[in-house]
């Protein structure tokens, strides 16, 4: 069962475009939903993070929109650019004990082009 | 500042053959540990965690293990590896249980 799902599965946009990937969760548990940016060959980095409380955070380009009642959350970076190509991963978790873990989307992969 | 290493960064293996592959983090105490593996389209997946030395918890039964000697290391093993077990194997690494993990560069392993 997935508990995270990602769309789109691959994105491509134009230098100076926005960029939008979207998620929804399931576990009305969840309570922190970060998102991952991974270059090929290297680890997922920690880009930004929202927990429920607050229906956007903003940082630089990167913004995370958050609609509790909808269960959906979703990154925007705005102007795009060629060096933000990577393959972007949201996921979520309930920090109120427990055993729920990190889960992640499957993942999309962005391409900016010049 | 908080660093951690994996490696190698590659390993090419035959089907049948021993793993082990060694994760350690700096500038932390009793971080909780991780390992995922990855693979093409399917996202991260959740193998072990561990929240102190000699705890592990497994998310998945599969032809691997997971251990942890020393408060900073983490190493997954497996006595015969298989096909199946190629992938990108990812260890991680956070303060409190999920909150947020950090990733190393990982290992690519190849069963041939």
């Known amino acids: 069962q997935q508990q995270v799902k990602q769309s789109p599965q691959s994105l491509i946009v134009q230098k100076g475009g926005i960029s939008i990937i979207n998620c929804a969760y399931e576990n009305t548990a969840f309570d922190y939903f970060p998102w991952y940016q991974q270059f090929p060959g290297k680890g997922p980095a920690l880009l930004i993070a929202?927990?429920?409380?607050?229906s956007e955070k903003k940082e630089g380009r990167f913004t995370i929109s958050f609609n509790k009642s909808a269960k959906q959350f979703s990154l925007h970076i705005m102007d795009s650019q060629p060096g933000d190509s990577a393959t972007y991963f949201c996921a979520a978790s309930s920090t109120q004990g427990g055993s729920e873990k990190l889960v992640f989307g499957k993942g999309t992969k962005l391409t900016v082009n010049p | 500042s908080q660093t951690i290493h994996q490696w190698p960064a590659t390993l090419v293996q035959p089907v049948g053959s021993p793993l082990s592959l060694e994760c350690t983090v700096e500038?932390?105490?009793?971080?909780?540990l991780y390992w995922y593996r990855q693979a093409a389209g399917r996202g991260l997946q959740l193998l072990f965690y561990?929240?102190?030395?000699?705890?592990i918890s497994s998310e998945v039964p599969q032809n691997l293990s997971a251990s942890r000697p020393q408060d900073r290391q983490f190493i997954l093993s497996s006595k015969k590896l298989l096909l199946s077990d190629s992938g990108f194997y990812l260890c991680?690494?956070?303060?409190?249980?999920?909150?947020?993990?950090?990733f190393g560069d990982g290992t690519r392993l190849s069963i041939l």
């Open positions: 929202i927990r429920p409380d607050v």
């Open positions: 500038g932390t105490s009793n971080p909780n």
């Open positions: 561990s929240v102190g030395i000699g705890q």
């Open positions: 991680a690494w956070s303060d409190e249980l999920n909150q947020p993990q950090h």
